[in-house]
Nanobody, 114 residues
Framework: QVRLVEYGGGSVQAGGSLRLSCTGSGRILSVNRRAWYRQAPGKQRELVAA??????LDYGNAVLGRFTISRDEGFAVNLQMNNLKPEDTAVYYC?????????WGQGTQVTVSS
């Protein structure tokens, strides 16, 4: 059984940086897409950043130029977040897909104070 776990969340002041990492247990034979989503209180979950196995990248408009997604061994995925803003406060979820199967982490809280 595949389980994803996020690391690196926490509290930071505006302008600061955090690095999120997502690793897991289990085995995924063929990863199609790795991504990070976030959900702020009272808002819908939204895409932060994504990368396909072919290397195509996609970023949400709100984080373009500030966040960088990268992959690691296996199905691990990282998110470097720079110049954080209070509006980046949310629970961040990692996501991995393989064919029609989707895997989600439990989420990690990121809080940015002004």
């Amino acid at each position: 059984q595949v389980r994803l776990v996020e690391y690196g969340g926490g509290s930071v002041q505006a302008g600061g940086s955090l690095r999120l990492s997502c690793t897991g247990s289990g085995r995924i034979l063929s990863v199609n897409r790795r991504a990070w989503y976030r959900q702020a209180p009272g808002k819908q979950r939204e895409l932060v950043a994504a990368m396909t196995n072919a290397g195509s990248l996609d970023y949400g408009n709100a984080v373009l130029g500030r966040f960088t997604i990268s992959r690691d061994e296996g199905f691990a995925v990282n998110l470097q977040m720079n110049n954080l803003k209070p509006e980046d406060t949310a629970v961040y979820y990692c996501y991995v897909s393989s064919g029609w199967t989707e895997y989600w982490g439990q989420g990690t809280q990121v809080t940015v104070s002004s």
